[in-house]
T-cell receptor, first 114, second 115 residues
C-alpha cells in the first residue's frame, strides 16, 4: 500500500509569490491534515479536510488556504509569500480523522522563501 | 486552550540505558486524546500511540511503555534498553474529542542514543 505522497519535495520561491503544494493520501483515507514545521514554532496545525469539507483551521492568516478533491487528494496554497513562511509543510492522512484513527505522515515539502 | 509541554529539549544517553520523555498537557475538556509520534532523521513522522482520556492503563509495546496520569496531566514515554535506532525527535500531542480533529503538538524532545 503506497504511503502519503507530497509534491514537490523542495521548493524555492521569492517573497510575494504564491505556491501550491500537493498531497496524495493513502488509498481509502478520507481525512487529510496539513501542518507547518519550523525550528522556532515547532509543529503547527494548519487545517484538516474530510470528504472535501474543511473541518478545522489553525491560527494562520488567510494567505494560507487549502482544498480537498473528490478523490481525497489535497492541495494547500500560500499567497503573497513572506520570509517567515519558510518551513517544512507536512501532510497526513487517516481514515476518518487524526483523533480516532492512526494518522500517517508524508515526507513533507521543504519551502524556502528568499 | 490546549497546550502540550515537553520540557526536555534534548536528551543524550548511552545505548542500553533507559530513558523517559516527559509530556505535560493542558485542556479544559474531559474527553480528549493523547499521542506520541517519532520523527527520525529521515523526517517522516511515525505514529507510536494514541490514548483516550478515559483509559489510564499503562501500555507496553516491546521496549516502549507509556504512563498516563490524569492527576498530574502527564503522559510520559519510556524507552527501555535504548538503541541507536531510537535516536529521533519525539513529539507528544493532544486533541480534544469534540470532533475537532485538530492536534496540538509539543515542541518535541530530541533523543540521541550513543553507541
Amino acid at each position: 500500500k503506497a504511503g502519503v505522497t507530497q509534491t514537490p519535495r523542495y521548493l524555492i520561491k521569492t517573497r510575494g509569490q504564491q505556491v501550491t503544494l500537493s498531497c496524495s493520501p493513502i488509498s481509502g483515507h478520507r481525512s487529510v491534515s496539513w501542518y507547518q514545521q519550523t525550528p522556532g514554532q515547532g509543529l503547527q496545525f494548519l487545517f484538516e479536510y474530510f470528504s472535501e469539507t474543511q473541518r478545522n483551521k489553525g491560527n494562520f492568516p488567510g494567505r494560507f488556504s487549502g482544498r480537498q478533491f473528490s478523490n481525497s487528494r489535497s492541495e494547500m496554497n500560500v499567497s503573497t509569500l513572506e520570509l517567515g513562511d519558510s518551513a517544512l509543510y507536512l501532510c497526513a492522512s487517516s481514515l476518518t480523522g487524526p483523533s480516532t484513527d492512526t494518522q500517517y505522515f508524508g515526507p513533507g515539502t521543504r519551502l524556502t522563501v528568499l | 486552550a490546549q497546550k502540550v509541554t515537553q520540557a526536555q529539549t534534548e536528551i543524550s544517553v548511552v545505548e542500553k540505558e533507559d530513558v523517559t520523555l516527559d509530556c505535560v498537557y493542558e485542556t479544559r475538556d474531559t474527553t480528549y486524546y493523547l499521542f506520541w509520534y517519532k520523527q527520525p532523521p529521515s523526517g517522516e513522522l511515525v505514529f507510536l500511540i494514541r490514548r483516550n482520556s478515559f483509559d489510564e492503563q499503562n501500555e507496553i509495546s516491546g521496549r516502549y511503555s507509556w504512563n498516563f496520569q490524569k492527576s498530574t496531566s502527564s503522559f510520559n514515554f519510556t524507552i527501555t534498553a535504548s538503541q541507536v535506532v531510537d535516536s529521533a525527535v519525539y513529539f507528544c500531542a493532544l486533541s480534544e474529542f469534540a470532533g475537532s480533529e485538530k492536534l496540538v503538538f509539543g515542541k518535541g524532545t530530541k533523543l540521541t542514543v550513543n553507541p
